[in-house]
């Protein structure tokens, strides 16, 4: 067993992901019932309690581990900051009031996923290849969520496109400052907690595919 997994317990492990699963498939149910407004203005909520089960279990403790959390908080504030003010990188588009406080047009919280989208993407990419490979096959996860997430979007107010719909630019932006962070990532060699990863990842992924059907219907 490595210095890191012994860090956790199988049982807090599996506390985890139940809890993991239990916010999204709650906030589904609520969605599809009619409490859409209630669900999902306790977004900024269930996006924290994520990122603080990545910080426990992954863990997020040494030294390399926290500089690279904090350097894609940044850079992923500082990408959507271009892009808000200066219609930079993703296209025209501002955020709305479900992911909380901002700075200068972007949440704070805009920062908080990028920087645990990275971290599980890279995991599950470790996982498939440790080679240079895991760059892209973490890079394309990121883009391939964004890909579902979008529609919700605008209905759940997180973000609104000037033009109603994300132009072509916005994906490629997506894979380049992706591909940026993850390499990052593996070039200082961070691991962690695999299963954790995924289900953070599969939760996520399942939850705006769901929602983007049910608003296809």
Known sequence: MSEQQALFSKEQETVAVVVIWLFQVSALVGIVSGFQEWFISKTPLNLLIFFFLLILLFPVRDTKSIFALSLFFVLGIFVEWCGVNYGLFFGDYHYGANLGWKFQGVPYLIGVNWALLVFITGRIGQWITRSWWSILIGAALMVFLDLF????????????????????????????????????????????????????????????IVCYAYFNV
Not at 154 to 164: L, P, T
Not at 173 to 201: C, D, E, P, Q, T
């Open 149 to 208: 997430m979008e529609l919700p979007a605008h209905k759940f107010d997180f973000w609104h496109w000037e033009n109603g719909n994300p132009p072509l630019q916005n994906f490629i932006a997506w894979f380049v400052v992706a591909l940026i962070m993850h390499a990052v990532f593996y070039i200082l060699k961070i691991s962690g907690n695999l299963r954790l990863s995924a289900h953070l990842y599969l939760a996520q992924l399942f939850f705006f």
